[in-house]
């Protein structure tokens, strides 16, 4: 396989640098890179008797080293982003992503949806809960008792809290149906979502709240 010019490289690099997307690379890249730290290493173990060519393969591979990297941290900055958008329930181009990225990009998403269940939808939930809780209605008060009876709410309010807060895994979810149909996304449960038009289901919570917002489904609450 031909090596990588390292002139590619420094492009790449640049470009990558500039532009706000994730830019696509050429082809095989990755392999080529390879082939050419092979090249310099061995250009390298064949100049150790000369001082001065010694030198200059050193500084050459030491070059390619920082370009590399930097690169690299240009792209994983936007693969996170990309990561982001994923897990929000948007549609990320992935055309740009390397088969190596894809894999990266999946763990970052995962990790995300993870830590927001920890942090938001935990947070969120005794909230909704307690505008339930309020929104139930109060029941009488006996006549002949003397002490009024608390107020709790009725067994549909009960109904509804379970199925706001939670889901099918355990997990903080709103059970809602869908007004249009939806992209594919994947919830704050790490599951992929294929929703259509009129479709009932529990979601994550965090979803289910930006999707309500966005007007894209109404909440439900179970029969009795």
């Known amino acids: 396989m031909k090596e990588l010019p390292p002139r590619d490289l420094r492009v790449s690099t640049q470009a990558e640098r500039r532009d706000g997307r994730l830019l696509k690379l050429p082809p095989r890249f990755h392999a080529r890179l390879v082939e050419l ?3 310099l290493g061995q250009a390298r173990d064949g100049a150790r008797d000369d001082a001065q060519r010694f030198e200059r393969a050193n500084s050459d591979i030491s070059k390619l080293s920082d370009l590399k990297l930097e690169l690299h941290k240009h792209r994983e900055r936007k693969l996170t982003t990309l990561a982001r958008e ?3 329930g948007q549609q990320p181009s992935l ?3 390397t088969e190596q990225e894809l894999e990266f990009l999946d763990n970052v998403a ?3 949806g993870q830590h927001r269940q920890r942090l938001l939808v935990r947070a969120a939930a005794p909230e909704l809960e307690s505008d339930i809780v309020k929104s139930a209605p109060k029941t009488k008060k006996a006549k002949t008792a003397p002490v009024p009876e608390p ?3 009725t067994s549909e309010a009960a109904d509804a809290l379970d199925s706001a807060v939670t889901g099918d895994d355990g997990s903080d979810a709103l059970l809602v149906r ?3 149909d939806l992209p594919t996304f994947t919830g704050l449960d790490a599951r992929n ?3 259509k038009k009129s479709d009932v289901a529990h979601i994550p919570l965090y979803n289910a709240r930006m999707l309500l ?3 894209k489904v109404e909440r439900l609450e179970d029969e009795a």
């Open 37 to 39: 730290e092979r090249s």
């Open 86 to 88: 994923k897990v929000n």
């Open 95 to 97: 055309e740009a992503v």
């Open 110 to 112: 995962s990790v995300i």
């Open 151 to 153: 107020n709790i709410p």
């Open 178 to 180: 869908v007004l249009e």
């Open 193 to 195: 979502y294929s929703l």
């Open 213 to 215: 917002e966005a007007g």
